[in-house]
């Protein structure tokens, strides 16, 4: 299914493609809902210990239920967000993750998969000049790396996420301030992201949390196609989506529906 009303059909049909970027979340986005995300490729590898796969999906089973409580107060949540980020990184430096392991796990990089004609979207992008500016609370290191291996990181895509950083090939954290699934807000565009984007006041947002809206200032939202991917727990998550998304997609829809959908006259 596909929520879109007929107000928003209009505005889609108003844009204007030389003066169109798309601001996109990564992973069970540009990923499908079933894939593994970027911070899940580390505890595939084999690559790391048993005590550091351990004490992750011990965090992970105890958040990842927060993440996705649409009902939780949001400053508590982003609170609580902010502290398994910072646990997860906590883990790179207490087991001492080597850049080695970090390069020899992109072999594995085949766990995360495109949503049906994801990759057909970035090269369409790509083909048109529209920027696209990914924000994502994942692994930039592992995304940067899918993309290299699907032959799609195009020049006009650019990667706003957590790098994990090493000094003398030992992790000692990223390389940025924490980006997480509710403070995507905070996020900061470069000047050369800027200098790309100034003269495009038309935004395709793509996101599949409810706080992925924040990716977009306020003052722009007016000029903002907000789409919201909805793959589980549909029925008691979608008032609140379509509250918050112009188009909701759910039951993993793929690009090529969306496409179809937003080219109807």
Known sequence: MIYIDD??????????????????DFDRTITVNSSDNSWGILEKSNFVCEEYTKESEKLYNYYYPIEFDFSMDPVIKDKLMYEWWSSVISLFVKYGLREEVVNNATSNISVMQFRDGGKQFLESMYEKNIPVIIISAGIGNFIEQFLKYNNCLFENIYIISNFIKFKDGVAVGIGNDIIHSQNKNIVSLSPDIINKVIDRKDILLLGDNLADVKMVSQDKRDKTIRIGFLDSDIEKNMEDFKKKFDVVCTDNKSFHDLSKVLSRK
Request: hydrophobic letters at 40%; zero cysteines; a positive charge.
């Open 7 to 24: 107000q928003i059909k209009n505005k889609v049909n108003s844009l204007n493609h030389d003066k169109l970027y798309v601001v996109a």
